[in-house]
């Protein structure tokens, strides 16, 4: 299979406190293993073996049956750029967030899909917001489609009309979509460069009409920004019978 991953896993995760005070964030243990371990069960899963991890804050702690690079400047940039630290590459590519946990039918998803750029989102994204916050719309962000093509993404709104569902930060690029995304980026100043983050590239794909489509899915994945949302998924897999969120 002509696959190849890369798990964004540079920054520290300063939001998880005293839980990245001495390891990076893709360390963090969630249901008795690390995020990066499940991550890699489930790209193992859907037949990817060649995997990148692009490093950063406590660098070394980061080893295993993987390859890694290092974004060296990792503290003074954004998530594109820890992507663009991985090599060029002929084959079609998953990129995965290193704060998430998902089934493998979803990277599978987004394999069986033919196009250039595309995302996978949760139409479920509600009941898991529910679980992590008071409100949802403190931290859930716009998201609009047509026909399965992204038209609107990471604005704030008071409207949960406004949400068709969540951007997980799970993605798939062919090799003519990764050229174009990183001919746009080489456009951009140093300073926008160092500040792009993933969900504001791709709004830079919209603004100049390139496609970014869209693989709708409902539950099977989390995202772990603070630890509490840790506690909250072990508390709800304790708890309830059929989580529908449940990743493993």
């Not at 002509?2 to 243990?29: D, F, Q, V």
């Not at 692009?54 to 993987?66: L, S």
């Not at 979803?106 to 409100?135: C, G, P, Y």
Request: aromatic share 10%.
């Amino acid at each position: 299979m002509n696959y190849r991953a890369i798990i964004l896993a540079a920054g520290r995760g300063s939001r998880m406190g005293e839980e990245t005070a001495l390891k990076p964030k893709c360390l963090t243990t969630l249901e008795g293993r690390t995020l990066l371990s499940w991550q890699l069960e489930a790209l193992k899963k859907a037949g990817i073996d060649k995997v990148t991890v692009v490093r950063g804050y406590r660098a070394e702690m980061i080893q295993g049956a993987f390859e890694v690079v290092d974004n060296k400047r990792w503290n003074k940039t954004n998530m594109v750029s820890s992507l663009f630290c991985a090599k060029e590459s002929n084959v079609d590519t998953i990129v995965s967030y290193s704060d998430i946990v998902y089934k493998h039918e979803h990277v599978e998803a987004l394999m069986n899909s033919e196009q250039d750029i595309v995302i996978t989102a949760d139409k479920n994204w509600e009941a898991l917001w529910k679980l992590r916050f008071e409100n949802p719309l403190d931290d859930a962000e716009t998201f609009k489609s047509k026909k399965n093509k992204l038209i609107e993404i990471g604005n704030k709104t008071k409207e949960i009309r406004e949400i068709e569902a969540q951007y997980m930060g799970l993605l798939r690029f062919s090799p003519k979509g990764w050229d174009t995304m990183r001919e746009i980026y080489e456009s951009f100043s140093d300073e926008k460069k160092d500040k792009m983050d993933m969900t504001g590239m791709l709004n830079e794909l919209l603004i100049r009409n390139v496609p970014v489509h869209v693989v709708f899915i409902e539950g099977g994945w989390c995202e772990a920004d603070n630890y509490s949302d840790i506690l909250a998924y072990e508390k709800a897999l304790k708890n309830t019978e059929k989580w529908e969120h449940d990743w493993r």
